[in-house]
T-cell receptor, first 113, second 116 residues
Framework: NAGVMQNPRHLVRRRGQEARLRCSPM?????VYWYRQLPEEGLKFMVY????????ESGMPKERFSAEFPKEGPSILRIQQVVRGDSAAYFC???????????FGNGTRLTVT | AQSVTQLGSHVSVSEGALVLLRCNYS??????LFWYVQYPNQGLQLLLK??????LVKGINGFEAEFKKSETSFHLTKPSAHMSDAAEYFCAVTPNSGGGADGLTFGKGTHLIIQP
């Protein structure tokens, strides 16, 4: 059973470009979470999705950030008009239900130049 | 509201020595507590979790943690450190009654260094 797959592992964008981060949850998992990790910081919750629904987006910045988890295909975290402060590691995690522990992917490291 | 404080951003121990990583929590409801480990360039792996059963919880790789309500603590220990234990360790808390991941709040992490 493959784990949580994130791609790309590393992403470099210039200021003002768009970043698209992908996450394929573990087989049988319909709950997806996105976290952001800044240097010397713990993981900060961004958004919690189930198939086709955003359940909790209380951790998402109000502008430029969006997330989706379509019926088919991976979950996408989209950052428009990136700025240097968006440079971080973005982790996706999945679970079969909200009562089960998370399984994490290896992250996407975004660098904005 | 809930929060987690991990004392010591870096902890260094000698190989074979006791490992003690500290975690204190704040929660307005009975908490469910987790320790995760992160190896370089990887995601987080669950070490162990406390969900109101036994207060002493055993995890993988010889780690264990004890829930102490009176001290609002959930410190992680291992009797004898191994070089492969070098990693970043995160304590986390959730109010999720099922002990799951919903509403998980992480501490800032402790980087464990093992000296040969």
């Amino acid at each position: 059973n493959a784990g949580v797959m994130q791609n790309p592992r590393h992403l470099v964008r210039r200021r003002g470009q768009e970043a698209r981060l992908r996450c394929s949850p573990m087989k049988g998992h319909s709950h997806v979470y996105w976290y952001r990790q800044l240097p010397e910081e713990g993981l900060k919750f961004m958004v919690y999705l189930q198939k086709e629904n955003i359940i909790d987006e209380s951790g998402m910045p109000k502008e430029r950030f969006s997330a989706e988890f379509p019926k088919e295909g991976p979950s996408i975290l989209r950052i428009q008009q990136v700025v240097r402060g968006d440079s971080a590691a973005y982790f996706c995690a999945s679970s079969p239900d909200r009562n089960s522990p998370l399984h994490f992917g290896n992250g996407t490291r975004l660098t904005v130049t | 509201a809930q929060s987690v404080t991990q004392l010591g951003s870096h902890v260094s121990v000698s190989e074979g020595a006791l490992v003690l990583l500290r975690c204190n929590y704040s929660s307005s409801v009975p908490p469910y507590l987790f320790w995760y480990v992160q190896y370089p360039n990887q995601g987080l792996q669950l070490l162990l979790k406390y969900t109101s059963a036994a207060t002493l919880v055993k995890g993988i790789n010889g780690f264990e943690a004890e829930f102490k309500k009176s001290e609002t603590s959930f410190h992680l220990t291992k009797p004898s450190a191994h070089m492969s234990d070098a990693a970043e360790y995160f304590c986390a808390v959730t109010p999720n009654s099922g002990g799951g991941a919903d509403g998980l709040t992480f501490g800032k992490g402790t980087h464990l260094i093992i000296q040969p």
